[in-house]
């Protein structure tokens, strides 16, 4: 059984994929081909967005937009506790200080509620400006963004999403990638939409906003790659890695996206009353990065997740530590962690199940087997 059956993914789409391969070869337009402004053009009108600039991966996309807004050295940027390095590692990057903010214990999102409160915090110290709230659309269910949106209006800080994981989720039908002032998303390969290496993307409706992110993509790039105005980065997207991802998107908008939302919605119904299974608010829809189950506590995640693994049924654990406790974070000597307690507690406990389009009704049965077989 595979965490993420790529396999059985491209054996599905195998002519297609070969296909549209094969036409790159043919054309030897390796960089910046035709391909990439097509895929460029179908996300941004998937996502209903002005804009999208692909870039080399996620968190390219992630750091490119903090360049564009001119985030540095000062500046107070918002972020889950609960989330993958990369958010807050291009915070450290640019300069700018990462403020770890808790998350919701339902949707492991950060919680606007706390957030307001660290928003405060920083104000009245009055040592950091607060410029960004980088929220994340985290294993596929988009944050909350009504609320988090009236705390950025409020605070006149600007919005990133982080929809690495949550490309196609949405709410009341409004698609994820278009929440934030800028959005990103990634294209590792077992990201809900994923290449075949690394891809990323970045979406905004700010013309001035996305221009700047296209030179700073080829190295700060003017009229030509040439003539170089700013201090940019090395981050296209490869033309073969968009080929792909057209073939993908193609499945991922017709059957998969549907498909492994009916998959997730059978485990829920027969995990139900064994652990606690995700929680999806009404009027959202995931697109299931992950399925991420919460277990009792440490010692019976550990022991179920080895449990699994003698079963020949992978699981992995999404994250095995706190934003915070990072050692690469050290250096900021953080103090702040009596309100972090949610997101402690769920590294102790989350286990995430395998889950992917392709997953066969016996599959699903044998690893919910396996999981009451062990806690009950």
Same mark, same amino acid.
């Given at each position: 059984?595979?965490?993420?059956?790529?396999?059985?993914?491209?054996?599905?789409?195998?002519?297609?994929?070969?296909?549209?391969?094969?036409?790159?070869?043919?054309?030897?337009?390796?960089?910046?081909?035709?391909?990439?402004?097509?895929?460029?053009?179908?996300?941004?009108?998937?996502?209903?967005?002005?804009?999208? %600039?692909?870039?080399?991966?996620?968190?390219?996309?992630?750091?490119?937009?903090?360049?564009?807004?001119?985030?540095?050295?000062?500046?107070?940027?918002? !972020?889950?506790?609960?989330?993958?390095?990369?958010?807050?590692?291009?915070?450290?990057?640019?300069?700018?200080?990462?403020?770890?903010?808790?998350?919701?214990?339902?949707?492991?999102?950060?919680?606007?509620?706390?957030?307001?409160?660290?928003?405060?915090?920083?104000?009245?110290?009055?040592?950091?400006?607060?410029?960004? %709230?980088?929220?994340?659309?985290?294993?596929?269910?988009?944050?909350?963004?009504?609320?988090?949106?009236?705390?950025?209006?409020?605070?006149?800080?600007?919005?990133?999403?982080?929809?690495?994981?949550?490309?196609?989720? +949405? !709410?009341?039908?409004?698609?994820?990638?278009?929440?934030?002032?800028? +959005?990103?998303?990634?294209?590792?390969?077992?990201?809900?939409?994923?290449?075949?290496?690394?891809?990323?993307?970045?979406?905004?409706?700010?013309?001035?906003?996305?221009?700047?992110?296209?030179?700073?993509? !080829?190295?700060?790039?003017?009229?030509?790659?040439?003539?170089?105005?700013?201090?940019?980065?090395?981050?296209?997207?490869?033309?073969?890695?968009?080929?792909?991802?057209?073939?993908?998107?193609?499945?991922?908008?017709?059957?998969?996206?549907?498909?492994?939302?009916?998959?997730?919605?059978?485990?829920?119904?027969?995990?139900?009353?064994?652990?606690?299974?995700?929680?999806?608010?009404?009027?959202?829809? +995931?697109?299931?990065?992950?399925?991420?189950?919460?277990?009792?506590?440490?010692?019976?995640?550990?022991?179920?997740?080895?449990?699994?693994?003698?079963?020949?049924?992978?699981?992995?654990?999404?994250? %095995?530590?706190?934003?915070?406790?990072?050692?690469?974070?050290?250096?900021?000597?953080?103090?702040?962690?009596?309100?972090?307690?949610?997101?402690?507690?769920?590294?102790?406990?989350?286990?995430?199940?395998?889950?992917?389009?392709?997953?066969?009704?016996?599959?699903?049965?044998?690893?919910?087997?396996?999981?009451?077989?062990?806690?009950?």
């Amino acid at each position: 059984m595979e965490f993420r059956d790529l396999n059985t993914q491209y054996n599905v789409l195998k002519k297609e994929m070969d296909k549209a391969v094969l036409d790159v070869m043919s054309e030897g337009n390796f960089i910046m081909g035709r391909q990439v402004a097509e895929f460029e053009k179908q996300l941004a009108d998937y996502v209903g967005v002005k804009h999208c %600039i692909t870039c080399a991966n996620g968190t390219d996309a992630l750091q490119l937009a903090l360049m564009a807004w001119g985030i540095g050295a000062g500046d107070a940027v918002f !972020i889950p506790d609960f989330t993958f390095f990369a958010t807050g590692e291009v915070v450290s990057l640019e300069k700018a200080t990462p403020i770890f903010v808790d998350v919701e214990e339902k949707t492991f999102n950060i919680d606007p509620e706390k957030l307001e409160k660290k928003i405060k915090k920083v104000v009245e110290k009055g040592e950091l400006k607060p410029r960004v %709230i980088i929220t994340v659309d985290l294993f596929g269910c988009p944050a909350n963004y009504e609320e988090l949106r009236a705390i950025a209006d409020r605070y006149e800080l600007l919005l990133l999403e982080d929809s690495a994981q949550g490309f196609g989720g +949405s !709410i009341d039908g409004k698609m994820a990638c278009s929440f934030g002032d800028i +959005s990103t998303t990634s294209f590792f390969p077992a990201k809900p939409l994923g290449c075949y290496g690394d891809g990323g993307a970045i979406f905004t409706d700010d013309d001035e906003m996305a221009e700047l992110m296209r030179s700073y993509r !080829i190295h700060g790039k003017g009229k030509d790659k040439y003539d170089n105005v700013r201090i940019g980065l090395n981050s296209r997207l490869d033309t073969i890695q968009a080929a792909i991802l057209q073939v993908k998107l193609k499945a991922f908008i017709d059957y998969e996206l549907a498909d492994v939302n009916a998959i997730a919605k059978k485990y829920t119904h027969l995990l139900e009353n064994v652990v606690i299974t995700p929680a999806i608010p009404d009027g959202y829809y +995931s697109s299931w990065a992950q399925y991420t189950i919460v277990l009792p506590d440490k010692e019976r995640r550990d022991g179920l997740q080895e449990h699994l693994r003698r079963k020949g049924i992978p699981s992995n654990v999404y994250y %095995i530590k706190p934003m915070h406790q990072q050692g690469a974070f050290a250096y900021l000597e953080y103090k702040d962690v009596e309100d972090l307690e949610v997101t402690k507690d769920l590294c102790e406990r989350v286990l995430s199940l395998p889950l992917h389009p392709y997953l066969k009704d016996n599959d699903i049965e044998r690893v919910v087997n396996e999981v009451k077989l062990y806690l009950c």
